[in-house]
Every structure is written in C-alpha cells, then in structure tokens.
C-alpha cells in the first residue's frame, strides 16, 4: 500500500467549513499541519475547529513559513482569494519551501492571462524548486470544465461547447454575496464596477485558456 500523501491546507472561512471535513475522512490523505491566517485559531486543534467528533492532532497557526520549515509535507492546499496577485506571495511561500500546491484561486488557473509578470516569475520559480502549481476546484475546474468534458464521453463527433450557470447569489454565503455585488449600494457597485472588483472570477481566464490551449470553441 503506498504511503498517504502529506498535506498542509490553508483555509479561510467557508473552504475551512466545507473543504476540511473532506479532507480529514479523505483516504489517501494525511493532514500535517493547518494555517488560518485568523490568528485567534492559532494553537487550536483542527479537529475541533472543524466540528468533528475527535481531535487530528493537528494544531492551526498563523505562521506558515515556519511551519512548511518545521514539518514533512508533500502538497498545500491553497484556499484563500480568488485574486491572483493577492495569492502570488503566499504561493510563492509554498513553493520556495518545496512543495506542491493545489489552489483554488479563480485566476491561477491561467494566470498569465491577467498577470503574465507575475506567473512568469512563479513558472520560474516551480522550476527552480521542482515544484508545481495548479489552480483548480469546483469552479474553476469541476463544474464548468472537467463535469463538461466527461459529459462529452459518449458523443461521437463534438463541435462546440457551451456552459452555462446559473447562480442565485440570494441562497448564498454573504462573501460570494458582495463579490458579485448582491448587497452594495448602487454607488458601491458602480464603483466597485470601475474598479474591476465586483464580478464573478475566473471566466475570463477560463475561456482565454480554452481557446489558446485547447483550440476549441468554449463559451461560458
């Protein structure tokens, strides 16, 4: 039986709430250490943060340099802004302490789309270190790539693609709420809009990759 993969997430919020279950029952998987940058967490068992009904023996911090230096571990896993140039330091923390990382950044999923600087200089860097970078989760990722192409298994001949999703921000979590601008004032959002920060992330990013990479024809 090969040994479990080591693992160090590093939540915020709702990824924390939803992703860590999983990946504590997850088989296969060894959670190693934690970060929440939510420093009042500092020092406390994941199990219980969680919610689950025991300890993992795993205690949160808020100091992740120090941690990736002090622990065995082979994979973070990265879940904290959809913004690639908010992410780029704290992956490249990851990636100088050689480890592989798995985000679920929106725009690190080609990030040389918006941030070619920026993803230049962390391609660089994963070579250096041998490590690899990989942006992925349910969106992007899942939903409206990888669910789309197995669905395309049994056809015989395929010329287009389309997805299409619908969201009601109304059922959702406040954070999603104010990205999308659900809960701003009109001159908020305006502002916001000009800004270029209200918005779904990662669609943009998303059908440049499909086209440049693939050659298809991929609308979202």
Known sequence: MSEPIR??????GCHRARGGPVAADRPGIKLVGAVDRDPKLTGKDLGEILGLDRKLGVAL???????????????????TTSSFVEAYEQLTEIVR??????TSCEEALFPYYRHKLLAGKLDDLCIQK?????GTGVNPGLVMDTLALLLTMACQRIEAVRVLRVVDAGTRREALQRKVGATLSEEEFNTRSEQRKVGHVGLADRWFFSRTDWGGRWTS
């Open 7 to 12: 693992v160090i997430p590093i939540w915020t």
């Open 97 to 102: 302490a050689g480890l592989h990382c798995v």
């Open 130 to 134: 041998a490590a690899a970078v990989v």
């Open 61 to 79: 911090t808020d100091k992740p340099v120090i941690l990736f230096a002090q622990t065995q571990a082979d994979v973070v896993i990265h879940c």
